[in-house]
């Protein structure tokens, strides 16, 4: 079970008021929050206004973000101890417009299994004595010790369908609940945006009263320009439960397909009438870019050479996490009736890299975090056509389309022996469990496995999509409305939980909603192939 109670983090409440006091401002609407100083910033210095967060943690290694409201030398220090006595100091990269001033500092040669204290001060470049006021976080690398455990939350589709950051709800309150749970990490799973979802004023709620949002010029409208896609990334951070936790639990983030546009492919043009740039690889483009400047990920980083979403995040002896990205090298959405495919939902490359990585995997667990589910019918019908979204075409036979690369991976990972393997997504607005198993299946040159889906975090919610019978999935639990678009007023806002013991190797999963209250839970055990 639980590998540490969840309260047992050292000073980490003060930490984040630390963080906090510095930025308080933001608690205001879109240009407003910009424009008033913090009680302590000093005049004339960078602030960080934007919060501080930290991504892709390993044992010895993480990155920090920062964003500052003018060009500023990033500086982080690290402690032991929320004191800071003794720090290390780390120098970042000068922050500017070409990135929005954002930036990340990647550091080195941390101590495994120890609690991370750092606080990040932003120099005015032409004057490094004259530095903001400090913003403060903390995170854990992970214990080279298999009896230390893991815990991590998981969850995905933020600020969806028009709701918001609703003040008079007190904004996204869900992070504070995973907070509460004190995980090693936060695994989120895509759609981080919705920058083909403008948010207005106000949206009206089923049954009277109305939903209020918090505005920005940015989202009145989908995004076209880099501005916009930048400033769509800004929009969440506006929120006080999302910087908070933010600070508080280190990220490992994928994207999925509305942080372009939705259910968007390579080479794809446009027909939506609202979109004056209609070919898709320049939005991806200027997408991406913005991307990797809000979030701290190692292959995305500005100057870095890998350039990619997909990568592997290893979190001691227990776990690794291979990171999807099922948008970027798929073929264009079809029927799925195609009885040769070797393009995909991964690419060639991806997934050849993917099997590797699996094969050279040392760790008890090794999770699949897939921004798209597999046995789940996700239908494209945009364009008035047929087509589909995931990889699942909704044919309970023979694998066709798409499911011949996932056949072709599932009979890797049997014939390799490859164990421990657990798929984790969200996508589809709402909470379930699928167990997939042979004896069911069309295509049955596999071991068993479960795939567990949770989400939104703060979106609309949706009906249980239709199982697709290929690989022989079992619904063991759902939550999910009955009717479509479910503001979070209406609740259907999930996370999921994995909690790895370091004694037994249990791999125990918990399905939950917004509060933190239990749904489901399903114990897995170590060593095997197949579940």
Excluded: C
Excluded at 241 to 254: D, E, G, L, M, T
Excluded at 361 to 366: I, M, N
Excluded at 465 to 477: I, M, S
């Amino acid at each position: 079970m639980s590998h540490r109670p969840p309260s047992s983090l050292p000073g980490r409440r003060s930490v984040l008021r630390g963080s906090f006091a510095a930025s308080a401002a933001l608690a205001l609407p879109g240009s407003l929050a910009l424009g008033s100083a913090p009680a302590l910033a000093l005049s004339g210095r960078p602030r960080a206004g934007w919060g501080v967060q930290a991504g892709d943690v390993t044992a010895h290694s993480g990155l920090v973000w920062v964003r500052s409201d003018r060009p500023a030398r990033m500086i982080v220090e690290t402690s032991a101890t929320e004191s800071f006595r003794n720090p290390r100091r780390w120098h970042g990269p000068l922050l500017g417009a070409g990135t929005d001033f954002t930036g990340t500092t990647r550091l080195r040669g941390l101590p495994s299994g120890e609690q991370i204290h750092y606080r990040v001060l932003l120099a005015d470049p032409d004057d490094p004595r004259r530095t903001g006021e400090p913003v403060t976080g903390t995170f854990r690398t992970p214990s080279l010790k298999r009896r230390s455990g893991a815990r991590f939350v998981w969850s995905g589709d933020l600020a969806g369908q028009g709701w918001g950051i609703n003040p008079d709800r007190g904004g996204y309150r869900i992070f504070d609940a995973m907070g509460a749970l004190d995980p090693d990490f936060f695994l989120f799973s895509g759609d981080t945006i919705y920058a083909d979802g403008p948010i207005a004023a106000t949206a009206p709620l089923p049954g009277g009263g109305t939903w209020r949002n918090i505005t920005t010029e940015e989202k009145s409208k989908v995004a076209e320009t880099l501005a916009e896609f930048r400033g769509n990334f800004r929009y969440n951070l506006l929120d006080e439960n999302f910087k908070r936790f933010n600070a508080q639990v280190p990220a490992i983030v994928q994207w999925d397909d509305h942080e372009v546009t939705n259910n968007w492919y390579p080479g794809e043009i446009l027909t939506d009438t609202r979109y004056t740039e209609k070919n898709v690889d320049v939005l991806a483009a200027r997408a991406r870019r913005a991307f990797g400047e809000y979030f701290p990920i190692s292959t995305l980083r500005p100057g870095s050479r890998e350039g990619r979403v997909h990568r592997v995040v290893r979190h001691g002896p227990l776990l690794d996490v291979f990171v999807l990205d099922m948008r970027t090298y798929r073929e264009a959405n079809s029927p799925g009736t195609q009885t040769t495919d070797p393009v995909g939902i991964l690419g060639v490359e991806q997934l050849e890299w993917l099997k590797r990585e699996l094969s050279r995997s040392r760790a008890v667990w090794k999770v699949i975090a897939s921004d798209m589910p597999l046995g789940l019918v996700v239908p494209d019908t945009g364009d008035g056509k047929p087509n589909i979204e995931a990889v699942a075409q909704g044919d309970p036979g023979a694998p066709l389309g798409r499911e011949l690369q996932i056949a072709e991976l599932l009979r890797f990972i049997k014939h390799r022996r490859i164990t421990g393997t657990v798929w984790l997504t969200a996508d589809v607005h709402y909470t379930s469990a699928q167990h997939y198993q042979p004896s069911r299946a069309a295509f049955t040159d596999f071991e068993p496995f479960w795939e567990f889906v949770s989400g939104p975090l703060n979106a609309g919610a949706f009906p249980a999509n239709a199982l697709d019978g290929t690989f022989g999935p079992e619904r063991v639990f759902v939550k999910a409305p009955t009717t479509a678009n479910v503001s979070p007023a209406g609740g259907y806002q999930f996370f999921g939980e994995v909690d790895i013991d370091g004694h037994s190797g249990e791999l125990t999963v918990r399905l939950r909603e917004q509060d933190g209250t239990v749904l489901y839970t399903k114990v897995l055990q170590p060593g095997l192939v197949g579940q």
